[in-house]
């Protein structure tokens, strides 16, 4: 229900995030997860046995966490430009990765001090740094009046100097685009499925894989839950460099889709070996789980920023910068619901075969590389027509992002 919340909320968020403030709206999102977090805690000192307190308290905190995704990409997208954002996202995306690894261990040690702790002292810090937000956040280079320049061409020999040396790239239209709008710009609709089944590789792992492992006779032996779920972080360690490899590739090329794609391809392989031969031993388990991890968060961290990102400022919007948190949330929320179904399936899978589950996951991967295949060969035709256009005329270069050509 808290997933289900999250991705209902997410697409809520992206409507309002591009309507309203969003230092003030991330603000209000995260003291409200934290409030709502700790209320979940107090349950502990409060003897609360109720199941549908919890119900509600996880469905508040996940409507309250469906703020931050679709506002931190948007405020992300206006400080830095198309030309590295890849790259740069990519880095600033291994905080997702960062977070789940502190949490997981800040959880862990707050254990020991009974239950209540492990959520009420992560409520109370996400509280404080949304207060953080709210006094220090700068939202766009306009806020601070540091509006992003390009300088212009050397003027020529007798030319008129009436053309300022430096000009704002764009000028902006304030009106924010609607919900269905959103949903037509090229592109949006096939990456949000794809992030679909991405995410639901990528949350099965997530919440499954220290179950997994304390489950699996590894070299012969069976982990402890404790050093299980310290072994399931690898999965986010990969994940980091997977981030940050499938943003770099991604600005190399001008190839987000074809970035996007081979990494779900390559995630495949990726699963059977991790399946076939991780219980081996812990070696082989780390190395596998690593790269699996790398090839699963990798279009995954790509698709929700750099992408998202991209089509929030695609060409067809004709410079209206208000779609950044709609399009984000419309990707990231769509995967999110994929989020939600692949624990789910999991959970009844997993009683009959774990190899039914890793063939479910691996089949995910497959579909949701398939999704990309129009955008894939739009950006293979335009790679060639590139290259023999270098070949005819080696000044002629396209500059023109291939998923807006589609």
Sequence with gaps: MFLAVYAMGMYFSGHLGDRLDLRIFLTVGMVGTGVFTSLFGLGYWGNIHSFYYFLIIQMAAGLFQSTGWPSVVAVVGKWFGKKKRGLIMGIWNAHTSIG????????????????????????????????????????????????EIEPQQPMKIGESMEVPLLRSERVENDKAVGFLEAWQIPGVAPFALCLFFAKLVAYTFLYWLPFYISHTAIDGKYLSNETSGNLSTLFDVGGVVGGILAGHISDRLNARAITAASFMY????????????????????????????????????LITTAVSADLGTHSSLKGNSRALATVTAIIDGTGSVGAAIGPLLTGYISTRSWSLVFTMLMGAALIAGLFLTRLVVSEVTEKIQEARSQGGSPTTRSSSSPIEEV
């Design 100 to 147: 789940n690894i502190t949490g997981s261990l800040l959880a862990s040690a707050l254990l020991s001090y009974g239950w209540g702790w492990s959520f009420v002292v992560p409520g109370l810090l996400i509280a404080f740094v949304g207060l953080v937000v709210f006094f220090f956040l700068s939202v766009s280079p306009e806020a601070v009046g540091a509006n």
């Design 266 to 301: 390559c995630a495949i392989p990726a699963l059977f070996f991790y399946r076939s031969y991780g219980h081996l031993s812990l070696t082989l388990n780390i190395v596998f789980m690593f790269i699996t991890g790398m090839f699963v968060n990798g279009p995954y961290a």
